[in-house]
Antibody, heavy 116, light 108 residues
Framework: QVQLQESGPGLVKPSETLSLTCTVS????????WSWIRQPPGKGLEWIGY???????NYNPSLKSRVTISPDTSKNQFSLKLSSVTAADTAVYFC??????????WGQGNLVTVSS | EIVLTQSPGTLSLSPGERATLSCRAS???????LAWYQQKPAQAPRLVIH???SRATGFPDRFSGSGSGTDFTLTISRLEPEDFAVYYC?????????FGQGTKLEIK
């Protein structure tokens, strides 16, 4: 079955760019759609953006000016870049497969702290 | 943006009792695009219900979903110890996904 694993630095400085990668196993990223979702410590879930099987993207309007999601089909991965980060971007970042507009399965999550 | 409001914020029940969790949308949501997730501490959310009433793989039939339009419900008929967690509803509409703020189901 499809499995996802996030990877990337756990600490990013304010004003810099957060970069995470999601590695997919058990299925091709070209066959499904994918999303990034985040969860600040002790808070709820926020959808960040979406990458479909053709490479098209759609982002949360609240983050759109700072977000890029892109595929790497050669590695069966997709990535998240979030620019100009502040402490408000501190969160656990999850990647997930999008299936019929719900999220299943999810990766285990990657905590990213924004601090100098 | 469609806002989802979950109630109650916290639900304190005992094993064996029935849990009823509510998710209300600020405007009508297609039932096909309403899902529920279970999240336990330090774990990723896990899909429980999709399409408002279809149970995901691995969840027993004590979990059920219902509703349409702006009002949706997740019911757990007889709580088991492993059911105590935070539950989130989620919808897709207008090219955007949103989540409710969550209901914490805790042991009384």
């Amino acid at each position: 079955q499809v499995q996802l694993q996030e990877s990337g630095p756990g600490l990013v400085k304010p004003s810099e760019t957060l970069s995470l990668t999601c590695t997919v196993s058990g299925g091709s990223i070209s066959s499904y759609s994918w999303s990034w979702i985040r969860q600040p410590p002790g808070k709820g879930l926020e959808w960040i953006g979406y990458l479909d099987y053709s490479g098209s993207t759609n982002y949360n309007p609240s983050l759109k000016s700072r977000v890029t999601i892109s595929p790497d089909t050669s590695k069966n991965q997709f990535s998240l870049k979030l620019s100009s980060v502040t402490a408000a971007d501190t969160a656990v970042y999850f990647c997930a497969r999008v299936f019929n507009n719900y999220f299943d399965p999810w990766g285990q999550g990657n905590l990213v702290t924004v601090s100098s | 943006e469609i806002v989802l409001t979950q109630s109650p914020g916290t639900l304190s029940l005992s094993p064996g009792e029935r849990a009823t969790l509510s998710c209300r949308a600020s405007q009508s949501v297609s039932s096909s695009y309403l899902a529920w997730y279970q999240q336990k501490p330090a774990q990723a959310p896990r899909l429980v219900i999709h399409g408002a009433s279809s149970r995901a793989t691995g969840f027993p039939d004590r979990f059920s979903g219902s509703g349409s339009g702006t009002d949706f419900t997740l019911t757990i008929s007889r709580l088991e110890p492993e059911d105590f967690a935070v539950y989130y509803c989620q919808q897709y509409g207008s090219s955007m996904y949103t989540f409710g703020q969550g209901t914490k189901l805790e042991i009384k």
